[in-house]
């Protein structure tokens, strides 16, 4: 799947940017994928891998490893999450994907060092209710709502003003919410595979995102590049993989930070003619299916 590619470089990314010695951990005592082992070193985890394990609840013992920073609690058959929660007070990372959660404890707000949190593909998830918790946690900085049910995004949305990455992909999403340049921070905005999605509808709103520097539309359906594109002047990277684009449109040119521009999967000529719209310091990705 393209979004969860995505996610995963996002979450590369993310962990490059901690201290050296936290990056290496993986060859040492403080990584772990049962939850026996992480107990027996409690003290020193500080990454715990739980995901896939078929598990329904979450033992106290887990409330103990006080000391972790990743969390990956994704592909079980979970439907809450308990009030010790927020004895985790370190959690930096939590991956919550592919489980059957309802809503966020209060107990969520004691997280204040969370940065990123998934939360994808809980469908039957209140989204609303998740956001009001969301919105008390200082750090956050990346949120995945991807595959959760969505058609309409709440407006409480623009509360988790410190967000800088936003996933709504694999929605039914067709308009975002008005007030979504609140999000004064946002640099990175995924909408993939929807195809209930609107580009040209919805760039006025995206172009008063200030920051935003990346932008995936990706796999929804898109026949031709907007016009108005020409507004999203501050955009430096344009995802349009896996559309049915086969030209883009002069005002493409006015783009003036655009640095990268993929066009893979697209049914596009293999080469740009000399007139392309671009300025030639742009990178163009071609890798036509054909």
């Not at 979450?11 to 082992?37: D, M, V, W």
């Not at 500080?46 to 409330?63: I, K």
């Not at 929804?220 to 559309?243: H, M, S």
């Not at 000529?269 to 036509?288: A, E, H, Q, S, T």
Request: hydrophobic share 40%.
């Amino acid at each position: 799947m393209r979004t969860n590619r995505c996610i995963i470089f996002t979450l590369l990314a993310s962990l490059l940017s901690l201290p050296f010695a936290f990056a290496q951990t993986q060859h040492s005592n403080t990584e772990f994928k049962t939850l026996r082992a992480a107990y027996e070193h409690r003290t020193e985890a500080v990454w715990l891998d739980l995901s896939n394990r078929a598990m329904n609840e979450l033992p106290d013992s887990l409330f103990e490893l006080t000391g972790l920073h990743y969390l990956d609690l994704s592909r079980n058959q979970l439907t809450s999450i308990p009030a010790q929660i927020k004895k985790l007070t370190k959690l930096k990372y939590l991956v919550l994907s592919h489980n059957q959660f309802t809503h966020l404890p209060v107990e969520f707000t004691a997280l204040t060092l969370l940065q990123s949190i998934y939360l994808d593909h809980n469908k039957n998830l209140d989204v609303q209710q998740a956001i009001n918790i969301l919105a008390d946690l200082p750090s956050l900085k990346m949120l995945s709502l991807a595959g959760d049910n969505i058609s309409v995004v709440p407006q409480n949305i623009a509360k988790v003003k410190q967000l800088e990455t936003i996933d709504f992909s694999e929605n039914q999403i067709a308009t975002l919410p008005g007030n979504l340049p609140e999000l004064k921070r946002l640099k990175v905005l995924y909408i993939n595979n929807d195809a209930y999605f609107n580009l040209e509808q919805n760039i006025k709103l995206i172009a008063k995102l200030k920051n935003l520097k990346e932008l995936h539309v990706e796999n929804d359906g898109l026949t031709q590049v907007p016009t108005n594109i020409a507004e999203l002047k501050q955009v430096e990277y344009l995802f349009l993989v896996g559309n049915k684009i086969k030209a883009l449109p002069p005002e493409i040119g006015q783009m003036k930070h655009l640095r990268y521009l993929d066009l893979s999967d697209n049914p596009f000529p293999r080469m740009l003619n000399d007139d392309r719209p671009l300025d030639p310091k742009v990178i163009i990705r071609l890798n036509n299916r054909n």
